[in-house]
């Protein structure tokens, strides 16, 4: 069947009479909608918004059409599937569905064509009904597993949002914590090792803070299993930001992930903590042995890097495979960053940002020694979000990186020449709070904004 069958099957038939019909529940016919019709007039209704009916569009032309079908278009007769009753309160949800102000309105948006600079695309709501979607992975079937920052995880699976998958461990949700992110491992079709990072209560008695921690773990139908928590960030603090986190592993299958200054600028330039840094480890949580600072003592082994406030995007480049990030600074100094092993990237001991309240935090931007951004935006962006575009569909915009603005509203788009970016787009302004970007396997865009939360999925359009 073709997405336009049914819109071209609503036959007229003043002979035919019938008398009122008391419908079912609404949720039973949505139900049946997506059971029966969905498969080719979509999931989000909108076959039958805004279209010129060819053959009637009344209760009874409806009726018909679903009842008897149309052979020679490829539309079934749904007569001995469905009782007369059902018939009808599907023909009722189909009329009730054109008059959808809201779905019109949806429907619209998603149909405007947004030309950048240099690739026409159209947006499609995905998903909707979430409040601030995380960390987005696809599954190898092309399921889409969801984290909400409340401490939810969802599988988005042929145009149905599951119910939320049980095994997470507690989580301290709050503030800037709760679920993260979420990484497969590179050989999951292997293993099944699913990573997830997020904020975790203390293990200590009487010690009330949290920090950053990665559980891996197994999926079993709505069921995580065999769950191993692999690392735990230390010390724990009572704030509730900065905790980082992305996950990605990198060509050698190592891990990399953040863990912000959790708002003590201090503990970033100090090698005893976690936090402040981008660590690398094994899969399974141990240490690489080519750490830069796994033979001192006084250092963190896992830390690859130091220097770095609150890192919220970490990609892994397609072609050099160098790893890359951004983070937060404060008022001013969001950066992008190129992760060198053992590199400081100096906050807050240089800085092209000043403290919230307009006060200076240091007068260098330069010191030697401590890394420069690749670029840094001020006023701030901040930053959520990073992946480089991958694959032929979008070929004017290939290995450039995409990332959210949480401030204005919008996706990034940076053109990369080697190690530098020459070349900035603002795209879907206004969009809302972008806090992640994906390619899929399958190498479509999906977005994620916040409150209220979607997952939308950009649509490249031929010129």
Known sequence: MKLFFLSLLFLGSSQF??????????????????????GCHHN?????????????????????????????????????????????????????????????????????IHESEVQKFRVDTIVSGLESPWGL???????????????????FSRGKLSAPIKGLPPIKAGGQGGLLDIELHPKYKE?????????????????????????????SGNTLTNQEIIFKAEPNFSTKHHYGCRLEFDKDGYLFFSVGDRGNRNNAQKLNNHCGKIHRIIDDGSIPDTNPFVNNKNAMPSIYTYGNRNPQGLVMHPETKQIWSHEHGPKG????NIIR????????????????????????????????????WTPSIAPCGMTFVKGNRYPAWKNNILNGSL??????????????????????KNIGRVRNVEVSPDAYIYVAIEFPG??????????
């Open 333 to 336: 100094g969001d950066e992008i």
């Open 44 to 112: 989000n209704r909108s076959s039958f918004v805004n279209r010129n009916w060819q053959f009637g569009n009344s209760l009874e032309d409806i009726f018909r059409s679903i009842k008897f079908g149309q052979s020679e278009l490829g539309m079934p007769a749904f007569e001995k599937g469905f009782t007369d009753k059902e018939l009808y309160a599907l023909s009722h949800y189909i009329i009730e569905l054109s008059k959808d102000e809201k779905l019109k309105e949806q429907i619209a948006s998603s149909s405007k």
């Open 191 to 219: 293993n099944g090792w699913i990573y997830f990072s997020y904020s975790a209560f203390s293990n200590k008695a009487g010690n009330k803070g949290s920090n950053t921690a990665i559980m891996r773990a197994k999926l």
């Open 137 to 155: 992975e696809f599954l190898p079937n092309g399921d889409l597993l969801i984290t909400e920052r409340s401490g939810y995880l969802y599988r």
């Open 341 to 376: 092993k053992g590199a400081n990237y100096g906050w807050p001991r240089v800085t092209y940002g000043i403290n919230y309240n307009g006060t200076i935090i240091t007068s260098d931007t330069i010191m030697a020694g401590m890394e420069q951004p690749v670029i840094h």
């Open 454 to 463: 979607k997952i939308l999925k950009l649509i490249p359009v031929d010129n």
């Open 407 to 428: 401030r204005f509203s919008h996706l990034n788009r940076s053109v990369v020449d080697g190690e530098k970016i020459i070349h900035q787009e603002r795209l879907l």
């Open 17 to 38: 009479l019938f008398a009122k019909k008391a419908f079912p529940q609404k949720q039973d016919t949505k139900a049946q909608y997506e059971e029966f019709c969905a």
